[in-house]
């Protein structure tokens, strides 16, 4: 683990301030899995970035606890259209960062964006920084106040 070197990754910390910590590792931590191994933690205190279209074009965030699918159903529900999963372009379009990468703050364009409520669960989180191997450490507290997103049961049971 090194301090962020890489300039999505930099990016990223110059946006959170000093507050926060984002760090880099030598191996990927792209997947939720990956994180955890990386980190030493649980994969449910792994913040996952996951961006979604709606049928309109409009750009939406999820950040879900590493452990859990996210039901799409219940998301179209809360936006009040239906939802698919965005293709690598988009993603890179709408946010700036590469899947495996996409940071819950710092985006190229405005975003809906929706908390999965599990993540209250933990006193720790971990997200992704900008880069596949970089994240941050934060609360749920925090990442609420810095995405102005809302929690809500979004996982797939």
Known sequence: MKPASAP?????QD???PGFAVVEFTAGTR????AAAAIGC?????AKSLVFRTRGGQAVLVVASGVNRVDEKKVGALLGERIERADADFVRSATGYPIGGVAPVGHAGALAVLLDEDLKRHDTLWAAAGTPNAVFQLTADKLAQITGGRFADIARR
Request: hydrophobic share 45%; aromatic share 0%; charged share 25%.
């Open 8 to 12: 999505g990754a930099r990016r990223v």
């Open 15 to 17: 946006l959170l301030g």
């Open 31 to 34: 997947t939720s899995a990956e």
């Open 42 to 46: 649980e994969v449910a205190q792994i």
